[in-house]
């Protein structure tokens, strides 16, 4: 297949791009810039110009290839309710490319979107609405998507998408920890953190792609739910620093922006991810990828 790739030179993305590759695929990225561009071109990829703000190459893209993975997102949360907007219109580009086809689209969305508390499957649809939780804009376009006869199916990404290059919420509670002299986690740190390698996470983009079936979501999750106290211990004894708890009223001032995300309790499950496309973890799960990998 010819597969358009958003942000497929990023953390993800650059997976995607060798696991489509290996595979056989003719891969197609997005590029921002000329670096972008050479990026891809250096791992395989042809390059196509434009940025998610770009509605008319979104479409295309799209219109050019024989299924499309969208991974870009604009990961500042200072401005989060209208990035999840932009990737809101983006998917609407991209599905536009599409329509009248039965050519996959596969979109990016959280496990997180889903009311915490317990654990979230593959058949869990979030309870509000983007107004309530801005990343559901996506799931939501998705969705209009389908209403428009395009074939396109969500991937749930764990909190921690972890691996060497990571620069997500693991290394940010691990420069916290270094700039407060302990590692914290919230009242008994119970609550749990769904978690998945790049590279799974990667081949399970590339199966939805190929075997999908047009199934409404699949998860890419290796471990269902660690304490976050875990994690915490495994920070405390590489930094060598206390391990200390923060109430929930402390959280806020102590993490920064990661306040609201440390005191969730967020198990996933992708039983039926594995069951439908043949798929499991072969990778390192995150608390071994801290104790073993470059995180420190």
Same mark, same amino acid.
């Given at each position: 297949?010819?597969?358009?790739?958003?942000?497929?030179?990023?953390?993800?993305?650059?997976?995607?791009?060798?696991?489509?590759?290996?595979?056989?695929?003719?891969?197609?990225?997005?590029?921002?810039?000329? %670096? *972008?561009?050479? $990026?891809?071109? &250096? @791992?395989? +990829?042809?390059?196509?110009?434009? !940025?998610?703000?770009? =509605?008319?190459?979104?479409?295309?893209?799209?219109?050019?290839?024989?299924?499309?993975?969208?991974?870009?997102?604009?990961?500042?949360?200072?401005?989060?309710?209208?990035?999840?907007?932009?990737?809101?219109?983006?998917?609407?580009?991209?599905?536009?490319?599409?329509?009248?086809?039965?050519?996959?689209?596969?979109?990016?969305?959280?496990?997180?979107?889903?009311?915490?508390?317990?654990?979230?499957?593959?058949?869990?649809?979030?309870?509000?609405?983007?107004?309530?939780?801005?990343?559901? %804009? *996506?799931?939501? $376009?998705?969705? &209009? @998507?389908? +209403?428009?006869?395009?074939?396109? !199916?969500?991937?749930? =990404?764990?909190?921690?998408?972890?691996?060497?290059?990571?620069?997500?919420?693991?290394?940010?509670?691990?420069?916290?920890?270094?700039?407060?002299?302990?590692?914290?986690?919230?009242?008994?740190?119970?609550?749990?953190?769904?978690?998945?390698?790049?590279?799974?996470?990667?081949?399970?983009?590339?199966?939805?792609?190929?075997?999908?079936?047009?199934?409404?979501?699949?998860?890419?999750?290796?471990?269902?739910?660690?304490?976050?106290?875990?994690?915490?211990?495994?920070?405390?004894?590489?930094?060598?620093?206390?391990?200390?708890?923060?109430?929930?009223?402390?959280?806020?001032?102590?993490?920064?922006?990661?306040?609201?995300?440390?005191?969730?309790?967020?198990?996933?499950?992708?039983?039926?991810?594995?069951?439908?496309?043949?798929?499991?973890?072969?990778?390192?799960?995150?608390?071994?990828?801290?104790?073993?990998?470059?995180?420190?």
């Amino acid at each position: 297949m010819k597969v358009f790739v958003t942000g497929a030179s990023g953390f993800i993305g650059s997976a995607v791009v060798q696991e489509l590759i290996a595979a056989g695929h003719q891969v197609t990225g997005l590029a921002r810039s000329e %670096a *972008s561009a050479k $990026a891809l071109e &250096a @791992a395989g +990829a042809a390059a196509h110009y434009g !940025s998610l703000e770009d =509605l008319d190459s979104l479409k295309q893209g799209a219109a050019a290839s024989d299924g499309v993975i969208h991974l870009a997102f604009i990961h500042d949360f200072s401005k989060y309710k209208e990035n999840c907007e932009t990737d809101r219109l983006a998917i609407a580009a991209l599905s536009e490319g599409l329509e009248g086809t039965d050519r996959p689209l596969i979109i990016t969305s959280g496990t997180g979107v889903i009311a915490p508390g317990r654990l979230v499957t593959e058949t869990d649809l979030s309870a509000v609405g983007s107004a309530a939780i801005p990343r559901v %804009a *996506s799931e939501e $376009a998705a969705a &209009a @998507a389908v +209403a428009k006869g395009v074939k396109a !199916s969500i991937v749930r =990404l764990p909190p921690s998408v972890h691996g060497d290059g990571d620069r997500g919420f693991i290394p940010g509670l691990i420069a916290i920890a270094r700039e407060k002299g302990v590692s914290a986690y919230v009242e008994d740190g119970a609550n749990r953190w769904p978690a998945v390698h790049r590279l799974d996470a990667a081949k399970v983009f590339r199966l939805a792609l190929e075997k999908g079936d047009g199934r409404p979501v699949f998860h890419a999750v290796g471990d269902e739910g660690i304490a976050v106290k875990e994690l915490a211990g495994v920070i405390s004894h590489k930094l060598n620093l206390p391990l200390q708890s923060v109430t929930k009223d402390e959280a806020v001032n102590h993490f920064g922006w990661l306040g609201m995300f440390v005191s969730l309790n967020i198990p996933a499950s992708a039983k039926q991810t594995a069951e439908w496309l043949g798929w499991k973890p072969e990778h390192v799960g995150l608390v071994a990828d801290l104790e073993t990998g470059t995180y420190f």
